[in-house]
């Protein structure tokens, strides 16, 4: 089994549009989207491709769009069927799908919380889309990992990965399609990490979804969500979305938190007892909207290791 090559650097927002998160190189956006790059591969790289390669390379594009890059072989990347550098940041030229870069901070993030490493750790992925965590919480070590998304398009490109994918382990991964809301009934074990990525803003009662994910988690959660940019922080602001729509929820109603305080408040009540703020920043493509990143954690002294700004 081959290593693994690294993806392309994701690049540092614009400086004017973040709320650093303390003074440490740690808090700022660094794996958030790379810097945008031509909508199909060049004519060169298609040219040098291998006929297996291109065999895949055009199954990968009819399970478009994509909105994670996954390395499978040794020269496949899911994204670089669609850009070189395998990385859209205008979602505009892929359906309306961002495609990014995320691999390189993930598994950054978990040297720093596991010095020691993750050989006995599993992994809960609620909204797994392609299934990028669990495929790269694998690689790292972990033991098991389960993925989870009320779409069977995201499913179908994680099962599809999980076929073609020979340049780390995909043993002890599952996926199944599911409701966040129905997971209970599924039985699901308690993982020790958790990601929570991209769904909150779009569940009709997101405190209620947080907390069943937090149920499930015995250590730490990756949390990252869609807020409303520049009121007041504090609450949650209701809207509506499509039902359709492949980066959309299900439900038609979606909560935007108002900035990362009312979120650690959120986080608090689910049991997290550390909070630390990885990231805000304002929305390129949309500027009336921001993301956050926050690394919560039920152990305590578990994140001093990775900086970022204290949450109370």
Known sequence: MSEPKTEPLESQPNRSQVQLAGATPATTPASRETASVPASPTASAAAQASEPDRLLLEEIRQLGPWHMNIQLTESVFTGEAFASGGAIRDRERNKGVSLLNLRGYFLGKLRQLYPAGVASKTLLDCACNAGGYCFWA???????????????????????????????????????????????????????????????????????????????????????????????????????????????????????????????????????????????????????????EIIASKVPGLLDSIGGEILV
């Open 138 to 292: 694998r690689e790292a070590g972990m033991e098991s990992a389960f993925g989870f998304d009320v779409r069977d398009h995201w499913i179908k490109q994680a099962k599809f990965v999980q076929g073609h994918r020979t340049v780390a382990s995909t043993d002890r991964i599952e996926f199944q399609v599911c409701d966040l809301y129905r997971l209970p009934e599924r039985g699901c074990s308690p993982a020790d990490i958790t990601m929570f990525k991209g769904i909150f803003y779009h569940l009709p009662d997101p405190v209620t979804g947080l907390k069943i994910a937090a149920d499930l988690t015995r250590e730490v959660m990756f949390f990252n969500t869609s807020t409303v940019w520049g009121e007041p922080d504090g609450y949650l602001k209701c809207g509506r979305e499509s039902r359709e729509n492949l980066m959309s929820g299900v439900h038609g109603l979606k909560w935007y938190a108002t900035g990362p305080k009312v979120l650690s408040d959120i986080l608090k009540w689910c049991g997290f007892v550390d909070r630390r703020l990885m990231f805000s920043v304002q929305q390129h493509d949309q500027p009336q909207l921001g993301r956050v």
